[in-house]
């Protein structure tokens, strides 16, 4: 059985390997041994380095038993401190062939120590992480951005997407011609207030291609409240500068551009698979839902509307698209509003983002259902939630 074993058999018979795949390590067996390749090291000088260390394993079919060799191979020199001095791992210079495409250039020889005598490693494990932890932290506290996750990496360019991270759980559950159904597409965020900026929070972990983000206003005090999580320095910055550079860490194909849509620019979104619009004035609504449904373009308006009652706010979170037949059918109504209400006090509150969550959430499974990844059981153009009664009404298409 040894012969014919592979890490997703190791993996799935032991925990312990599947968390480090899990994590990010980038880790495989081969040749009979456990290897962990690009853990980041210091050599003598300091400089920043990456090996591969191997083991060994003692296998019960697919399970792995307690070591009963302390030893480990590396590819690579030897690791040092942050003074220059060879970590004392044991061991030497050690050319082991662990298959024609890995031949290690050490051994260590690292043993425990409990009550002043040396001791075995209690397991597999422990012996992994007690290499990890002495090889690793000299060069993680010298290079915080060093990492030993080179999983992470390889997975995500493997999947060919702008995604940082490769998307696990729908390869792991089958479901990657779901989720693969964005490769490709060209999204739009109109708007990077409390709803907007909580669109691109979910809509960056998918695969979509590029998302362009359009919005003027800088961060203040009181808009930072409406934006997912805490996004440091943001404040004074522009809104797309400081959410692309936070929303970086998912997707690397963010473009933001510091402007209104207006009628000198408008043109751009022709290049667009699909449109969120998630502005306050009625009017540019107005304007930008007419000239994408006129083209076709599918789109998304969100909004809400909310007013001081006598215990607190009320009112309403919408949705209304995607197409002409949505735009003809609703607009100058509640459910696609044109004008700007004077009494809102939507205006004057800037804590309601489980509001504005809820809201870019509505959108984004509009989105989804208008691509396939999600069903879609009916045809209205709008639907609204009412915040007393979180309850949902639609509105069919006009005839």
């Known amino acids: 059985m040894t012969c014919d074993l592979g890490l997703p058999e190791l993996a799935s018979r032991n925990p312990f390997i599947r968390d480090l795949d899990d994590l990010g390590y980038h880790v495989d067996f081969i040749g009979a041994h456990f290897v962990i390749y690009g853990l980041p090291y210091l050599d003598g000088a300091g400089a920043l380095n990456h090996g591969d260390w191997a083991s060994p394993l003692d296998l019960n079919g697919a399970i792995i038993d307690p070591p009963s060799n302390h030893q480990a191979w590396w590819r690579g020199t030897r690791p040092c401190d942050q003074q220059g001095r060879e970590l004392r791992l044991g061991g030497g210079v050690h050319a082991v062939t662990v298959t024609p495409e890995f031949v290690t250039d050490q051994s260590f020889s690292f043993k425990l120590m409990e009550n002043g005598q040396m001791r075995a490693y209690r397991s597999f494990e422990e012996k992994v992480q007690t290499y990890l932890d002495v090889i690793t932290a000299p060069a993680l506290a010298a290079y915080p951005d060093a990492t030993p996750l080179r999983g992470i990496e390889i997975k995500s360019a493997a999947q060919e997407s702008p995604l940082r991270f490769p998307d696990t759980m729908s390869s792991r559950y089958h479901m990657n011609d779901i989720s693969f159904i964005l490769k490709g597409k060209k999204v739009a965020i109109i708007g990077l207030g409390g709803t907007g900026s909580y669109i691109l929070d979910f809509i960056s972990r998918t695969h979509l291609e590029r998302i362009t983000i359009f919005d003027n206003d800088k961060v203040h005090v009181h808009t930072i409240f409406r934006m997912p999580g805490f996004i440091p320095r943001a404040i004074g910055q522009h809104k797309v500068e400081a959410l692309a550079r936070q929303y970086a860490n998912w997707h690397g194909g963010l473009e933001p551009v510091s402007e209104r849509v207006t009628a000198e620019n408008i043109e751009r979104l022709g290049e667009f698979d699909f449109v ?103 045809e209205a153009t709008s639907y609204i939630v009412d915040t007393a009664t979180l309850e949902m009404d639609s509105e069919r298409p006009v005839a």
């Open 276 to 378: 969120f619009v998630s502005v306050d004035d009625g009017p540019a609504r107005q304007h930008i839902i007419d000239w994408l449904s006129t083209r076709g373009i599918p789109y998304v308006d969100c909004g809400m509307g909310l007013s001081r009652s006598a215990v607190g706010l009320s009112g309403f979170v919408r949705i209304t698209g995607t197409d002409r037949k949505a735009f003809d059918s609703n607009v100058g109504t509640a459910r696609l509003p044109i004008g700007n209400a004077e009494n809102d006090e939507y205006r004057r509150q800037a804590q309601i983002t489980e509001l504005n969550a809820l809201n870019a959430a509505m959108a984004v499974i509009r989105f989804k259902q208008h691509f396939g990844l999600l069903d879609r059981l009916d």
